[in-house]
């Protein structure tokens, strides 16, 4: 027991207790300005920690983890970031993620066309080459335009690489694509495509393909000791390889490839049709006089279709509006060859 009470009839009101309630104060808005932050683009994840290079620089890379004011805000490779706390890249030490910059481009995709969730793989990438074996395996155009569409879709210019060229000739698959104005480079098996260097210098450049059709071999070819630069980047200093995640890459002669060898096929959910037809810039207008609910949407000849009308007044090919409704099938889960 303790010692014995006072005298109560000398206590007043000033030695009564007062538990302390929340204060009425607001709570301020205001978030630290980072004056100091340093710029970076993000080039590799692995567990929450970020891979950055430092002014895109491939020899100041730092560990970033996302700070506390960006909530849930999406951190992805070739995202343009802003850093603090510890930027020196040295061993064990850890900055802090505390911007992200508005996004030129995305190259998103769903698990599949009906998941309402999208995953955005790479921001920021001007070009996505599609990477596509002449022979063994043979191509899947179906992958290719659902590719073609998440590239339209997304900001991002396409590029069709055909591998193996030495096993089988590219002219029945290029005839398939000639009305798209689409780039292409063309490769054997013991060579890289002439012109490649060309296109991705001084690029963001994300590269996607199908297991088997050579893109690990080119990606050998354009960035020497391929291997061990995805393993610094994506390790976090724990020896770890991570090959299902997105990796920037550096090129010797300056940009970057993203290789992404964990997109094996894209779900669409997230596309609509007209992000399809705003690439093709003769059939824009017109579709805005279509019927609602047009067959065109779903890659479906309608006979109210305005489209066909740009054909017969001679402003488009035919070829063009059959490309055009082709991807817009792919997106529509129509496609007559499996991605």
Known sequence: MGGRRG?????????????????????????????????????????????????????????????????????????AVDLVGDTSGKPDTLARIVRVSERASVLRRTADDTDPFERVVVANAEQLLIVCALADPPPRTGFIDRCLVAAFSGGLKPVLCLTKADLADPAELLAAYAELDLPVVISRHDQDPLDIHDRLHNRVSALVGHSGVGKSTLVNRLVPNAFRAIGVVSAVGKGRHTSTTAVAL??????????????????????????????????????????????????????????????????????????????LASKAGADEHPA
């Open 7 to 79: 005298d109560w009839s000398k206590l007043d009101e000033t030695d009564v207790r007062v538990r302390p309630g929340k204060s009425t104060r607001p709570r301020s808005k205001k978030r630290p300005e980072h004056a100091d932050a340093v710029t970076a683009m993000v080039v590799g994840k692995d567990r929450g920690r970020w891979t950055c290079a430092v002014d895109r620089d491939p020899n100041h890379l730092v560990i970033a983890m996302r700070a506390r004011e960006l909530g849930r805000t999406s951190v992805v490779v070739g995202d």
């Open 250 to 327: 550096p090129l010797p002669d300056g940009g970057w490839v993203v290789d992404t060898p964990g997109i094996r096929s894209f779900g669409l959910a997230h596309v609509e049709p007209n992000d399809i037809v705003a690439a093709f810039e003769e059939f824009v207008a017109p579709a805005e006089e279509c019927p609602s609910g047009c067959g065109h949407l779903g890659g479906a000849e309608d006979p109210d279709c305005v489209l066909d009308s740009v054909v017969e007044a001679g402003e488009a090919s035919v070829g063009r509006l059959t490309s055009l409704r082709r991807l």
